[in-house]
């Protein structure tokens, strides 16, 4: 389907498995109202989900996508990138879940930008991320999972609300981690594998990340 015809149609539900699509998949501002199921699929373009509206689920489990991948200002009931490898940067800004976001052993290579993002749980247990990582603003309803994921550049979380567990456990944080003005409402878990090499706060959190972190640098500074 060309992207011009596809703005103009409202889908009942995909299922193409474990094929390979050669150009851009555009579906930016469509609705679809069953499941899309892309599982095992190789993306050598780019992807185009922006302002999609999905009423059912999304699953991209164990894909290669070889371009952007974006997802901006969609609105999703579920997102499942398990074991998927993205080369590119990841776009989910601004993306509203109904239910979970799942990159449990995914690997993005370049950027994953989840700025203002609302979502029930956020799992990303052994996820590689080798960009910079962005929650800023972000709102997670539920726990929050980077338990052994690693971070190899920044990892921003300045100003997210996390309603249940934030847990790190035997992550590889390689830079910093920035969660001033942050708000963590369960147990925070900061006992790491590795690093971060300096966690940035507010002056509200300081007693409550250094009991979870005492062995690391603390910068406090403004929200």
């Keep these: 389907m060309k992207a011009e015809e596809a703005r103009e149609k409202i889908l009942k539900g995909v299922r193409y498995l474990s094929g390979t699509i ?31 509206t999905l009423k059912g689920n999304l699953s991209l489990k164990r ?26 940067s990841l776009n989910l800004r601004e993306v509203t879940l109904e239910g979970d976001l799942n990159l449990e052993g995914a690997t993005i290579e ?3 930008d989840l700025t203002k993002a609302t979502m029930n749980y956020l799992n990303s247990a ?18 929050l999972i980077l338990a052994t994921a690693t971070s190899k550049k920044d990892m921003h979380l300045r100003r997210t609300t996390v309603k249940g567990t934030a847990d790190f456990r035997e992550a590889i944080l390689k830079s910093d981690l920035d969660i001033a003005g942050g708000i963590f409402e369960g147990y925070v878990f900061l006992s790491t594998k590795e690093g971060p090499k300096a966690i940035y706060v ?22």
Aim: aromatic letters at 8%; charged letters at 25%; glycine letters at 12%.
């Design 110 to 112: 370049g950027d994953t």
């Design 22 to 52: 050669k150009g851009d998949l555009v579906l930016k501002g469509v609705t679809i109202e069953g499941d899309l199921n892309l599982d095992g699929t190789i993306f050598k373009g780019n992807v185009d989900f922006r302002s999609v």
């Design 126 to 143: 052994g996820a590689t991320f080798k960009g910079d990582v962005s929650l800023v603003d972000a709102t997670i309803k539920n726990h």
């Design 63 to 88: 894909a290669i996508c070889k371009g952007n991948v974006d997802f901006g200002g969609a609105t999703v009931r579920y997102l499942d990138f398990k074991k998927t490898n993205f080369k590119d």
């Design 202 to 223: 507010s002056s509200e959190m300081v007693e409550q990340i250094h009991w979870a972190a005492p062995n690391v640098p603390l910068l406090v500074i403004e929200k």
